[in-house]
């Protein structure tokens, strides 16, 4: 979908790539409002950004100054992280550190072969 100012493409909206990963309850619409023109635009929700962000902040080896002002931004402006958004959180915590112990100890490869499915 395309936004056009004065004849020129101002911005484009990929509408396929939302909905893959994200929970289907954190998929809001936002207004957009161009000139006398509106339209209702699918993206996912403040909480659902700030799970996304707080996911990158522990994630990161060296953390991303960007990554904090946008964990600011997003408190501020009222996201919060539900009690499933922060079980999201909370696994992804528990598989980096389990899969940290697994490399640290060499035996990665016989965990992951022990529980694959036959």
């Not at 409002?33 to 635009?41: F, M």
């Amino acid at each position: 979908m395309g936004y056009r100012i004065e004849e020129a493409k101002a911005f484009t909206v990929d509408l396929t790539r939302i909905g893959g990963s994200a929970l289907a309850k954190e998929i809001v619409e936002e207004k957009i409002v161009l000139e006398e023109s509106t339209a209702l635009i699918p993206s996912v929700s403040r909480n659902y950004q700030l799970l996304q962000k707080a996911e990158s902040f522990v994630s990161r080896r060296i953390v991303k100054t960007r990554d904090a002002f946008d964990l600011r931004l997003l408190l501020d402006e009222g996201a919060v992280l539900d009690e499933t958004l922060k079980g999201h959180l909370n696994d992804l915590v528990m598989w980096r550190e389990l899969d940290g112990s697994r490399s640290a100890s060499g035996s990665s490869r016989s965990l992951r072969n022990s529980v694959a499915p036959s």
